[in-house]
């Protein structure tokens, strides 16, 4: 009867991981949408995400001539505008941007007109 509880638990390893994984790629966008913020001043883009467990997480780019801006035509649009390397698992560069907003085109209009204005 040992036996048998052993495999049992061992099983519902294998089933929380792979209830995990299912859960993560549902929810990532909900989550993505909850936890940030994002906000723009004439020469800088601010991105602000708040983790329930970690705190909150504020970074900040330069928006200028060398910003290269990216949006994926989509509602809710993503605008990219710079890479940077990952935290975590090795050296791969991740995308740095405004992920599933609203009124993307009109932000997407307005980072290009500061991208103009301030050359350097």
């Known amino acids: ?3 048998k509880g052993g495999l049992f638990t061992l099983g519902l ?4 991981v792979g209830l995990s994984v299912i859960l ?7 989550l993505i949408r909850c936890w940030s ?6 020469q800088r ?5 708040t983790y329930p467990v970690f705190g909150a997480d504020i970074s900040h780019w330069p928006t200028n001539a060398h910003t290269d801006l990216r949006h994926n035509n989509q509602d809710p649009m993503t605008i990219t505008f710079n890479r940077a390397p990952r ?4 050296p791969k560069l991740r995308t740095i941007g ?7 085109l009109a932000v997407f209009r307005l980072m290009m007109q500061m991208r103009e204005d301030n050359p350097t």
């Open 24 to 30: 993560h790629a549902l929810f990532t966008g909900m």
């Open 37 to 42: 913020r994002y906000a723009l001043t004439n």
């Open 98 to 104: 405004f992920e599933q907003i609203e009124n993307g």
């Open 13 to 16: 390893i294998f089933i929380g």
């Open 45 to 49: 883009a601010f991105v602000l995400v």
């Open 87 to 90: 935290r975590f698992f090795g």
């Open 1 to 3: 009867m040992a036996e």
